[in-house]
């Protein structure tokens, strides 16, 4: 017989999230898991032909499936983000 659960709120929609993303997604909500760890600002470098509209657009989408609140602002060539608490 199978086993029945229910699973609350945000634990719902975060399970769901993981189960549609794929490979970069992924790396990105990795990283930002980290940051939310280990202080809450970190730097993202553009690789070779990237932009960096790209990877903030990245950083968001994976913030969101995190639910967590993050702010993004351009420094030169690079991306700083910090995790809003």
């Known amino acids: ?3 029945f ?4 709120g945000g ?14 997604t992924r790396e990105y909500m990795n990283y930002l898991e980290t940051l ?3 202080g809450g600002v970190g730097v993202l470098k ?4 990237e932009k960096l509209t ?8 994976s913030a969101g ?8 602002q351009r420094d030169g060539e690079e991306l700083l983000i910090k995790v809003l608490k």
């Open 46 to 49: 553009p690789g070779q032909g």
């Open 1 to 3: 017989m199978a086993e």
């Open 65 to 72: 499936l995190l639910e967590m609140k993050i702010k993004t």
């Open 36 to 38: 939310r760890n280990e």
């Open 5 to 8: 659960e229910h699973i609350k």
């Open 11 to 24: 634990q719902a929609e975060k399970r769901f999230a993981k189960s549609r993303v794929h490979g970069v």
């Open 54 to 61: 790209t990877l903030r657009n990245r950083v968001r989408r």
